[in-house]
T-cell receptor, first 110, second 120 residues
Framework: RKEVEQDPGPFNVPEGATVAFNCTYSNSASQSFFWYRQDCRKEPKLLMSVYSSGNEDGRFTAQLNRASQYISLLIRDSKLSDSATYLCVVLETSYDKVIFGPGTSLSVIP | GAVVSQHPSWVICKSGTSVKIECRSLDFQATTMFWYRQFPKQSLMLMATSNEGSKATYEQGVEKDKFLINHASLTLSTLTVTSAHPEDSSFYIC????????????????FGPGTRLTVL
């Protein structure tokens, strides 16, 4: 089993739609969790950290379920500029190791 | 603005030559720098972790004699791809994690813009 798994893509949604991405991780000792977005041929950029209590940043909501080892990202009112690959990232503090999920591609269509 | 820079941004070289890529943290001290490789349509794969002043820790399957990492200061790490071959063509990305005193959240990685290497 892969250490971090994500929904296979691509997701093609119309503007204004709500889209949800899921991510699961295998190591229960993982400490910190993040969502990054990566545009084509560019470096990943931090979108948001994910906290146990859940957190929201504008149209983006991230949630963490430690018991299920599951992370989610919800994007409301999708914009064309949201088109990118979304990477689920897990930090294993004990090994100082960062593990990237394979990414889920999102295309928002006019 | 960018907090981590990489140089060069792209490089084309002949098979058998060595290529050095620099990664600099511009406005903070990075205790740890990471080197990743990303092939087309794939995610980032961690190659190695380097701490300032000590030897890098390589991930399984990454040849340390082929990918030489030097982390000479808290703001600079270099990756040298020795005797590059076409299969080494990839997008190489570094990231840096800051010291607590630097004002940068230590759990957050700041990525460089990447270096696209093409070996002919």
């Amino acid at each position: 089993r892969k250490e971090v798994e994500q929904d296979p893509g691509p997701f093609n949604v119309p503007e204004g739609a709500t889209v949800a991405f899921n991510c699961t991780y295998s190591n229960s000792a993982s400490q910190s969790f993040f969502w990054y977005r990566q545009d084509c041929r560019k470096e990943p950029k931090l979108l948001m950290s994910v906290y146990s209590s859940g957190n929201e940043d504008g149209r983006f909501t991230a949630q963490l379920n430690r018991a299920s080892q599951y992370i989610s990202l919800l994007i409301r009112d999708s914009k064309l500029s949201d088109s990118a690959t979304y990477l689920c990232v897990v930090l294993e503090t004990s090994y100082d190791k960062v593990i990237f999920g394979p990414g889920t591609s999102l295309s928002v269509i006019p | 603005g960018a907090v981590v820079s990489q140089h060069p941004s792209w490089v084309i070289c002949k098979s058998g030559t060595s290529v050095k890529i620099e990664c600099r943290s511009l406005d903070f001290q990075a205790t740890t720098m990471f080197w990743y490789r990303q092939f087309p349509k794939q995610s980032l794969m961690l190659m190695a972790t380097s701490n300032e002043g000590s030897k890098a820790t390589y991930e399984q399957g990454v040849e340390k004699d082929k990918f030489l990492i030097n982390h000479a200061s808290l703001t600079l790490s270099t990756l040298t791809v020795t005797s590059a071959h076409p299969e080494d063509s990839s997008f190489y990305i570094c990231s840096a994690r800051g010291k607590r005193s630097s004002g940068r959240a230590p759990d957050t990685q700041y990525f460089g813009p990447g270096t696209r290497l093409t070996v002919l």
